[in-house]
T-cell receptor, first 114, second 115 residues
Framework: DTEVTQTPKHLVMGMTNKKSLKCEQH?????MYWYKQKAKKPPELMFV???????INESVPSRFSPECPNSSLLNLHLHALQPEDSALYLC?????????????FGPGTRLLVL | GENVEQHPSTLSVQEGDSAVIKCTYS??????FPWYKQELGKGPQLIID?????GEKKDQRIAVTLNKTAKHFSLHITETQPEDSAVYFC??????????????FGTGTKLQVIP
């Protein structure tokens, strides 16, 4: 099973709303990632969790708040977003290693900020 | 940081023809080179990968070649079918000191297979 699941599939929110994106994997992977993807562009890394600890924050604004409650779950809490934050948000997971480990992506949450 | 150039940005081929997408990179320490296919409305899916100790890898109609000296790697799709139509991203990974992977993606190639 190489499946990463994400909910919801679509999300529309106002600039004053608070919402959360969820990601789950049961492959035993101990690295999990959030990416943002704008139309016709490659995914851009936002956060990396390794062994449930935040390892990389790619200078993401504080209105995005990640959380890794356990080794299978990854959340992204959203608050006071801007219209330019509208994008496809992708979660990925991988083994932890030094030899180059494959990242498996979920289907993404398509977010529209009004 | 690592830079990956991907060409072409768009590619149209007739069904049954071959398609080739090429990526060049700058950091010789890169050691793992996956290719992802992203269909409309979906997340990227790994289709093939190659490691730096291998020059070529094939999986049915898909093959990847790696030239570490010239720092480029290519995706080859033979006997293309309409369902091959998608955006393809090359990528490379460096193992980080923390054991997690920082991926650099190419800019993407939109492949259209014309029936």
């Amino acid at each position: 099973d190489t499946e990463v699941t994400q909910t919801p599939k679509h999300l529309v929110m106002g600039m004053t709303n608070k919402k959360s994106l969820k990601c789950e994997q049961h492959m035993g992977h101990r690295a999990m990632y959030w990416y943002k993807q704008k139309a016709k562009k490659p995914p851009e890394l936002m956060f990396v969790y390794s062994y449930e600890k935040l390892s990389i924050n790619e200078s993401v604004p504080s209105r995005f708040s990640p959380e890794c409650p356990n080794s299978s779950l990854l959340n992204l809490h959203l608050h006071a977003l801007q219209p330019e934050d509208s994008a496809l948000y992708l979660c990925a997971s991988s083994q932890v290693g030094l030899a180059g480990e494959t990242q498996y992506f979920g289907p993404g949450t398509r977010l529209l900020v009004l | 940081g690592e830079n990956v150039e991907q060409h072409p940005s768009t590619l149209s081929v007739q069904e049954g023809d071959s398609a080739v997408i090429k990526c060049t990179y700058s950091d010789s320490a890169s050691n793992y080179f996956p290719w992802y296919k992203q269909e409309l409305g979906k997340g990227p899916q790994l289709i093939i990968d190659i490691r730096s100790n291998v020059g070529e890898k094939k999986d049915q109609r898909i093959a990847v070649t790696l030239n570490k000296t010239a720092k480029h790697f290519s995706l080859h799709i033979t006997e293309t079918q309409p369902e091959d139509s998608a955006v393809y991203f090359c990528a490379l990974l460096l193992g980080d000191s923390g054991g997690y992977q920082k991926v650099t993606f190419g800019t993407g190639t939109k492949l259209q297979v014309i029936p």
